[in-house]
């Protein structure tokens, strides 16, 4: 009895509860939203943020900031990309300049933010 106890706990665990989810979401969503996101979006001082879509609800996610350029492969969720950067989990999602917090963009209307002071938009 306790050992199935304790194999009924471990699967019951955070991180599993977690991993589920997140393994399953590319494969149900991929909502046309998303898919309206590929191609370049503007950040300010040459910066941008390249999409492409791939299989599986994947995109290929290229990030020019001001250190230089780099690609992330990231998987899309229902209304988000989320993505590993040096060890930490990262989100794109949908909103208007002023949500990026970036003063270069708070006049556009149709942007995409990672974090708060990281975002691009579309011209």
């Known amino acids: 009895m306790t ?3 304790g194999c009924e706990k471990r699967e019951s665990s955070p991180l599993l509860a977690k991993d589920p989810p997140a393994n399953s979401a590319p494969s ?3 909502p046309d939203a998303i898919q309206g996101w590929q191609g370049t979006w503007n950040g300010p001082e040459g910066t941008y943020l390249k999409l492409t879509a791939k299989p599986d609800s994947r ?3 290229i ?3 001001l250190d230089g350029e780099r690609s992330f492969e990231g998987v899309g969720g229902a209304d988000h990309i989320r993505f590993t950067r040096d060890g930490q989990l ?3 999602r949908a909103t208007d300049g002023a949500a990026t917090g970036m003063k270069w963009l708070a006049d556009k209307s149709e ?3 990672v974090k708060p002071g990281e975002g691009y938009c579309r011209e």
């Open 3 to 5: 050992l199935l106890a």
């Open 28 to 30: 149900t969503t991929a």
């Open 59 to 61: 995109y290929e996610i």
């Open 63 to 65: 990030i020019r900031n």
């Open 111 to 113: 942007c995409l933010t």
């Open 90 to 92: 990262e989100r794109i």
